[in-house]
């Protein structure tokens, strides 16, 4: 007799039990490990989208100026298949870098409050489906380290700003550096506020960083998002893995 180690291919655990089978007879598994996210799964899947390496790279692709049918094309997937993975990421990103705030230590911050607590806050823009339907990306850096803080989607308007404003209060921040845009001028004190672009080069390198690295952002392409949904999951997802450093 022939003993096959199973192992996990998610946590790589070896607490694996049989789980019945599928309609089409094959084994399926479950694995025990409590720390585990997925827990069932199948040695041979027959639907290459269903591979965890196929759910990964799917992923990878679309945050490296890859678009759904190029992803589907390179991988011999459904383009059903991609959007639907992608999709699954909405309930676990962010608004908000919250590592980065549990990392603020309160006596440190009021030590060094003027490094600490400088912003930089600016919009870029994007559109969903035709230029008629501009879609922007409100966020805010660090003006020393360059680490985003928390970003919202939206229009060029009021809502924007004050949204952005409500997501950087547990920052403390003490200083806004951004354009002469009447959404800022309206909404921050202007004791804080400091209105020149001389200090927004930073978050303005960082806005062309999304759009070399992402297909929907450029600006001279035909490649776009043809749905709002879509298109702040594949920047959010962006900025959850590289800006705020969460595996996702």
């Given at each position: 007799?022939?003993?096959?180690?199973?192992?996990?291919?998610?946590?790589?655990?070896?607490?694996?039990?049989k789980?019945?089978?599928?309609t089409?007879?094959?084994?399926?598994?479950?694995?025990?490990?409590?720390?585990?996210?997925?827990?069932?799964?199948?040695?041979?899947?027959?639907?290459?989208?269903?591979?965890?390496?196929?759910?990964?790279?799917?992923?990878?692709?679309?945050?490296?100026?890859?678009?759904?049918?190029?992803?589907?094309?390179?991988?011999?997937?459904?383009?059903?298949?991609?959007?639907?993975?992608?999709?699954?990421?909405?309930?676990?990103?962010?608004?908000?870098?919250?590592?980065?705030?549990?990392?603020?230590?309160?006596?440190?911050?009021?030590?060094?409050?003027?490094?600490?607590?400088?912003?930089?806050?600016?919009?870029?823009?994007?559109?969903?489906?035709?230029?008629?339907?501009?879609?922007?990306?409100?966020?805010?850096?660090?003006?020393?380290?360059?680490?985003?803080?928390?970003?919202?989607?939206?229009?060029?308007?009021?809502?924007?700003?004050?949204?952005?404003?409500?997501?950087?209060?547990?920052?403390?921040?003490?200083?806004?550096?951004?354009?002469?845009?009447?959404?800022?001028?309206?909404?921050?004190?202007?004791?804080?506020?400091?209105?020149?672009?001389?200090?927004?080069?930073?978050?303005?390198?960082?806005?062309?960083?999304?759009?070399?690295?992402?297909?929907?952002?450029?600006?001279?392409?035909?490649?776009?998002?043809?749905?709002?949904?879509?298109?702040?999951?594949?920047?959010?997802?962006?900025?959850?893995?590289y800006?705020?450093?969460?595996?996702?």
């Amino acid at each position: 007799m022939t003993f096959i180690a199973v192992r996990c291919p998610h946590c790589q655990s070896d607490q694996i039990v049989k789980r019945g089978k599928t309609t089409r007879g094959t084994q399926r598994y479950l694995c025990q490990n409590t720390l585990c996210t997925k827990g069932s799964f199948l040695l041979d899947y027959g639907n290459r989208g269903c591979l965890p390496e196929v759910k990964h790279t799917i992923n990878d692709m679309s945050l490296n100026a890859s678009g759904v049918r190029d992803t589907a094309r390179s991988l011999h997937i459904c383009p059903n298949t991609v959007l639907r993975e992608l999709k699954k990421k909405a309930t676990v990103l962010e608004s908000v870098n919250t590592a980065l705030l549990r990392t603020l230590n309160p006596a440190e911050v009021a030590w060094d409050m003027e490094r600490a607590g400088e912003a930089e806050v600016d919009e870029m823009w994007s559109f969903v489906g035709n230029k008629g339907n501009p879609r922007w990306l409100w966020h805010a850096i660090d003006h020393h380290t360059g680490k985003v803080f928390a970003y919202v989607f939206g229009r060029r308007k009021d809502e924007g700003s004050v949204q952005l404003k409500t997501l950087l209060e547990p920052f403390g921040l003490t200083r806004y550096s951004t354009d002469h845009w009447g959404a800022y001028t309206r909404h921050l004190d202007p004791d804080v506020h400091n209105p020149s672009t001389r200090n927004t080069q930073q978050i303005e390198r960082k806005h062309l960083t999304l759009r070399t690295r992402m297909k929907r952002l450029v600006r001279k392409t035909i490649c776009l998002s043809k749905t709002i949904q879509m298109h702040d999951i594949v920047i959010g997802l962006f900025v959850n893995r590289y800006a705020f450093g969460r595996a996702v």
